[in-house]
């Protein structure tokens, strides 16, 4: 009996002494995003319908809208988003230790099982992923979650800088090489996959043993945050690419290419939990990405604002037209808000009492 209680006393001491190691999935466990070449999207082979017509509206039309009161305030002084190679040490170490106090803040309870309220995020994305994906919602629904992010490091978290942005083609076919994975102090390496194409732990930088519990897929596994990159995939990411995107004229046939090209690719290329569609929001270097998918989402519509802030088209996930007035949800973590609220990044229009209201640097 005295053995056994020293030999389970001896079990506790060791285990406090070890770091948590969580298990370290195949890149089987991750369901991967669905892709296009370049090649199939110049040729609009993503689009059954073929392109579909521009939504400008005419030329009276667009001339009509005045400027309201909330939109000349929010020009005056726009929030405005700093690409990663413009923000400072500073700033960066700020960025990531408000990202790491959420991970250690209790979840709300509102999105179960997640552990933490960085979790209610990932949580939420996977609960959502279905209306949230594969379908034109997808990039306006994701202007508002990384907005919500966004507040919630803010009033959660005393995050109190610019925000930032990560302009991805310049990093294309070379991710790794970026100083975000190279510098310890950031968001950890970024390894190439071994020899059976799994992904690794990551165990350098601010995540390092960071353990997912949301996903893989719609399962809730306990999982080691991994990376697996393929840069021949980041290579995807590139100016070529965005602009065949924004050549497209329609808000649904440039959010089509948009998602299945430079966005799903950001997801593979980096893979592992980046490459689950379903709790990709686990690796925190998701925001980052999705700052670049939205920051794309922006420069189409600055190529025509008049019209690309005031109008949409494309079908939700079940079929319904999209109109200015289709509510986006975050789950009530943000009050939900009108498409027509947040289509313009420059509406000041007042959410919970915060004017919707950022730039890019460019
Ligand atoms: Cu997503």
Request: with cysteine; aromatic share 10%.
């Amino acid at each position: 009996m005295r053995s056994l209680v020293l030999l389970l006393a001896a079990s506790v001491a060791s285990a406090s002494l070890l770091p948590s190691i969580s298990l370290n999935l195949p890149s089987s466990a991750f369901p991967k995003f669905h892709t296009i070449s370049q090649a199939d999207a110049e040729a609009g082979n993503d689009l059954p319908e073929g392109f579909s017509n521009s939504t400008r509206v005419n030329a009276l039309e667009a001339a009509a809208t005045v400027q309201t009161a909330a939109e000349a305030a929010c020009s005056a002084s726009p929030n405005v988003r700093f690409e990663w190679r413009q923000y400072s040490a500073s700033d960066r170490l700020a960025f990531i230790a408000a990202i790491k106090c959420l991970m250690n803040k209790p979840p709300s309870g509102n999105f179960p099982p997640a552990t933490s309220r960085y979790e209610d995020f990932v949580r939420l994305h996977q609960m959502d992923m279905p209306n949230v994906h594969g379908n034109p919602k997808f990039l306006i629904w994701h202007r508002y979650y990384l907005w919500t992010f966004e507040q919630v490091l803010r009033t959660e978290c005393g995050f109190d800088r610019a925000m930032v942005w990560w302009d991805e083609t310049l990093d294309a076919g070379k991710f790794a090489q970026s100083d975000m994975f190279t510098n310890t102090a950031y968001f950890g390496h970024l390894p190439p996959p071994d020899a059976n194409g799994n992904g690794y732990c990551i165990e350098s930088g601010a995540f390092a043993g960071l353990t997912c519990h949301i996903g893989p897929g719609s399962s809730n596994t306990p999982h080691c945050l991994a990376r697996a990159v393929d840069e021949s995939l980041t290579a995807q990411c590139n100016t070529g690419f965005v602009n065949t995107c924004n050549s497209r004229t329609s808000y649904s046939d440039m959010e089509s290419c948009s998602e299945y090209g430079p966005h799903a690719y950001g997801h593979d290329g980096i893979g592992a939990v980046m490459s689950d569609v379903s709790a990709s929001p686990s690796d925190p270097v998701f925001w980052m990405h999705h700052t670049f998918v939205d920051h794309g989402f922006r420069i189409w519509q600055n190529a025509d604002v008049a019209d690309r802030t005031t109008t949409i088209n494309g079908n939700d996930h079940n079929g319904n037209p999209l109109t200015m007035d289709t509510m986006v949800s975050v789950g009530g973590i943000r009050p939900d808000v009108r498409i027509g609220d947040i289509m313009n990044t420059l509406s000041g229009v007042s959410i919970g009492g915060v004017p919707f209201c950022y730039r890019y640097t460019y």
